[in-house]
């Protein structure tokens, strides 16, 4: 069984660094052929870039981050149990 709480912060965490990174990039190197303004497609309000942009951003990745940890981690705990269930059946 995993642990809900762990598994989203880890994947909050996980995004709002990701995201961060992205960011910075996108800031320090924008020349690359990197698509860093496709994070104004996905995350609603976020513009490319100002600090009040940003913070919306990084708020945006963190909640989409705690839907898909706690989502990973609920499906994750019932397919198990489901599966324990069948294997004791047998």
């Known amino acids: 069984m995993l642990d809900i709480k762990t598994w989203t912060l880890s994947a ?21 052929p990197i698509p860093h303004r496709t994070l ?16 919306l ?3 945006g990745t963190i ?8 989502l990973f981690a609920t499906l994750h705990n019932v397919f198990a149990r489901r599966a324990t269930r069948s294997d004791h059946a047998i």
């Open 40 to 55: 104004e497609l996905l995350l609603p309000g976020f513009t490319w870039i100002s600090a009040t942009s940003f913070a």
């Open 63 to 70: 909640v989409f981050g705690v839907y898909a940890g706690w």
């Open 12 to 32: 909050a965490c996980w995004m709002a660094v990701t995201f961060t990174i992205c960011v910075v990039g996108g800031v320090l190197t924008p020349g690359l």
């Open 57 to 59: 951003g990084l708020f």
